[in-house]
C-alpha cells in the first residue's frame, strides 16, 4: 500500500504540475492574443484613414519667373481652378483671376500642368476633385539687367571647327519660355519702281478650323496681262505651302496677304509670309528693331551683311546671318532682268512669351 500511495502521490504531483503549467500557458496565450489584437485594430484604423484621404502633393515644381515680367520689373499672382485626376495628374485649367491681367495665368498653368498628386479617395477608391490654387510670383533680390532692350537676352551660337575653323552651324538661342515674333519689315533701295509697268498678283489665305493655312484665292491679278505663262495656281499652292511652314516655325503666325510684284524696274523686296499678322501680338511683349545694309544677288541670295544692328547697338555678325537666314528675298530687276542690290533692311521684331500665344 505504501508503494501504491507513494505511486499516486507522484501522479499527483505530476499532473499538478502539468496542469499549473497548462494553465500559465493558457494565461500567457491570452494575455498574447489580448496584445496582439491592438495591432490589428490598428491596422484596420489605418486602413479606415486610407479609405478616406484628402489630396496630397508628390511632387511640386520649382515655380519659373517668366522672362518679360521679369525684365520689366513686374510682379503679380494668378488664381488658377483645375482638376486633379484619379491618376494624380492636373487638367481642365481655367483662369479664376490674375494681376496683372493675364500676365502671370500662363506660366501658372505651365507650372501646375508638372504638379504630381496622390488623389483624393472614398471608400477606398480614387477619385477626381476640383480646386484652386494661387500662384505668386515674386522677383528675386538680382533681377537681370535689360540695358538696350533684348541685347542681354539673345545668344548666337556658332560651332565651328577647331582644325579648320569653318562655321558649321548657326542658332539663335533665347529663354525657354519666349518666343521671337516678325511685326514688320521695310527695305529701302536705290532702285525705284518703275510703276508704269509694275503688275501685281494678290492672294489672300485662309486657315482651316484649327487656324492653319489652308487655301488661298486671289483678289487682284494684273500679271497675267503682261506675262500669261505664269501659273497662278502653281503660285497659290507656293504659298500657302510657305504660309504652313511659317505658321508651324512662328508660334501660329504668318501673313495672310500675299503680294508678287513686277515692273520693269523694281528693287530687292522680302518675301512678305514671315510677318505676322494673322492674329494679335500679345500687349505684353519686348519690341527691337534690327538694321542691316544687305547685298542681294540676282538669284535673291544674300551675300554680304554690313552695319548689323539691335536698337542702335553693333551685334555679332554671326547673330545677324542667323536673323537674315530666316528670311528669303525676290531679286532685284533692271529692264526685267535680275540684278544685284544693295537695301537698308529694317526689322521690328516682338519678343512675346509662349504662353500667352
Known amino acids: 500500500m505504501k508503494t501504491i500511495s507513494s505511486k499516486c502521490t507522484v501522479h499527483s504531483l505530476l499532473f499538478a504540475s502539468f496542469y499549473k503549467y497548462m494553465i500559465n500557458r493558457y494565461i500567457q496565450f491570452l494575455l498574447i492574443f489580448n496584445f496582439c489584437e491592438f495591432p490589428f485594430k490598428s491596422i484596420k484604423a489605418s486602413e479606415n484613414v486610407l479609405l478616406n484621404r484628402e489630396v496630397e502633393v508628390i511632387h511640386a515644381p520649382t515655380l519659373k519667373f517668366p522672362t518679360i515680367p521679369m525684365y520689366k520689373a513686374t510682379e503679380g499672382w494668378a488664381k488658377i481652378g483645375f482638376t486633379i485626376t484619379e491618376d494624380g495628374n492636373t487638367t481642365d485649367f481655367q483662369i479664376i483671376d490674375s ?149 508651324d516655325n512662328f508660334s501660329g503666325y504668318y501673313n495672310p496677304v500675299f503680294k508678287l510684284r513686277i515692273a520693269k524696274n523694281q528693287p530687292a523686296e522680302v518675301i512678305p509670309t514671315y510677318v505676322a499678322k494673322s492674329k494679335a501680338i500679345p500687349y505684353l511683349s519686348i519690341d527691337f528693331v534690327f538694321t542691316s545694309k544687305l547685298k542681294i544677288e540676282s538669284q535673291g541670295i544674300v551675300t554680304n551683311i554690313s552695319n548689323p544692328m539691335i536698337d542702335g547697338e553693333p551685334i555679332n555678325p554671326v547673330l545677324a546671318r542667323a536673323m537674315i537666314d530666316s528670311f528669303h528675298f525676290f531679286s532685284a530687276r533692271k529692264r526685267f532682268k535680275s540684278v544685284n542690290d544693295d537695301i537698308n533692311f529694317t526689322v521690328v521684331f516682338s519678343l512675346v512669351q509662349k504662353y500667352d500665344i
Not at 108 to 131: C, H, M, N, Y
Not at 149 to 159: I, P, R, S, T
Not at 164 to 177: C, I, M, S
Open 99 to 247: 494681376y496683372p491681367l493675364d500676365i502671370f495665368a500662363g506660366a501658372a498653368i505651365e507650372t501646375l500642368r508638372d504638379f504630381k498628386f496622390s488623389p483624393k479617395l472614398k471608400d477606398g477608391k480614387p477619385i477626381a476633385q476640383r480646386v484652386n490654387q494661387v500662384l505668386e510670383f515674386k522677383l528675386p533680390e538680382s533681377v537681370p539687367v535689360l540695358g538696350k532692350k533684348l541685347l542681354g537676352l539673345m545668344v548666337a551660337v556658332d560651332v565651328a571647327s577647331k582644325a579648320t575653323g569653318v562655321l558649321q552651324n548657326e542658332t539663335l538661342k533665347l529663354p525657354d519660355d519666349v518666343t521671337i515674333l516678325i511685326k514688320s519689315i521695310k527695305t529701302e533701295s536705290s532702285i525705284k519702281t518703275h510703276r508704269e509697268s509694275l503688275r501685281e498678283l494678290d492672294i489672300t489665305i485662309y486657315p482651316d478650323e484649327n487656324g492653319r493655312p489652308f487655301e488661298g484665292s486671289v483678289t487682284n491679278n494684273t500679271i497675267g496681262d503682261v506675262m500669261s505663262e505664269v501659273n497662278v495656281n502653281e503660285v497659290i499652292e507656293s504659298v500657302i505651302y510657305r504660309a504652313q511652314y511659317i505658321y
